[in-house]
């Protein structure tokens, strides 16, 4: 049973740092391109980002580019979205999605980021 | 303000069939797959649609898609109570070069 675990979210101050983390199980990590979408609870799914399968290439939103950073350790099978400058916007639910089909097929519980002072 | 648009809300009655739109534009829906969610409240997404009405296994075939130029459609019949869900579509943007989904549709069971 694919299994993908998020972790990390919390209260942070703006302009503060945060480092998300997804541990998956259950299929082959280190075979499967990668997602972070979220979520402000009652709105719509934003995607963050994507990693290919060996960490080679990266993508992001515009909202977020060159704030966060999307890596993987597949030793680990561990997904990691390294969020800087967090802004109040930033404030949503967090999910770790897994591709297949080409698409966001496998999706976390997610964890909650709030940005406030 | 979603790059796709979904209407706010939809409803129908036990048995119904009901249909949500996405419209998109060429650089989306125009050139690329689409692909639906389902949300029910509290809970993650799950994919319920993809590529062109594929189903992951266990979505049942009451759920459907279809797609006309830049717009598509997610239909289901034989609507039944657990179906009360939010749901999006979502598809690759070409000018944009990531993902776009719709705002999201809340459908009722009535």
């Known amino acids: 049973e694919v299994q993908l675990v998020e972790s990390g979210g919390g209260l942070v101050q703006p302009g503060g740092s945060l480092r998300l983390s997804c541990t998956a199980s259950g299929f082959t990590f280190s075979s499967n391109w990668m997602y972070w979408v979220r979520q402000v609870p009652g709105k719509g799914l934003v995607w963050v980002s994507h990693?290919?399968?060996?960490?080679?290439?990266?993508n992001y939103a515009g909202s977020v580019e060159g704030r966060f950073t999307i890596s993987r350790d597949n030793a680990k099978n561990t997904l990691y979205l390294q969020m800087n400058s967090l802004r109040a916007e930033d404030t949503a639910v967090y999910y770790c999605v897994r591709s297949a089909y080409g698409t966001f097929a496998y999706w976390g519980q997610g964890t909650l980021v709030i940005v406030s002072s | 303000q979603s790059v796709l648009t979904q209407p706010p809300s939809a409803s129908g009655t036990p048995g119904q069939r009901v249909t949500i739109s996405c419209s998109g534009s060429?650089?989306?829906?125009?050139?690329?797959?689409v692909n639906w969610y389902q949300q029910v409240p509290g809970t993650a997404p799950k994919l319920l649609i993809y590529s062109n009405n594929q189903r992951p296994s266990g979505v049942p075939d009451r759920f459907s898609d279809s797609k006309s130029g830049t717009s598509a459609s997610l239909a289901i019949s034989g609507l039944q109570s657990e179906d009360e869900a939010d749901y999006f579509c979502?598809?690759?943007?070409?000018?944009?070069?990531?993902?776009?989904f719709g705002g999201g549709t809340k459908l009722t069971v009535l």
């Open positions: 979502a598809a690759w943007d070409d000018s944009l070069n990531g993902w776009v």
């Open positions: 990693i290919n399968s060996d960490g080679s290439n990266t």
């Open positions: 060429s650089s989306n829906i125009g050139s690329n797959a």
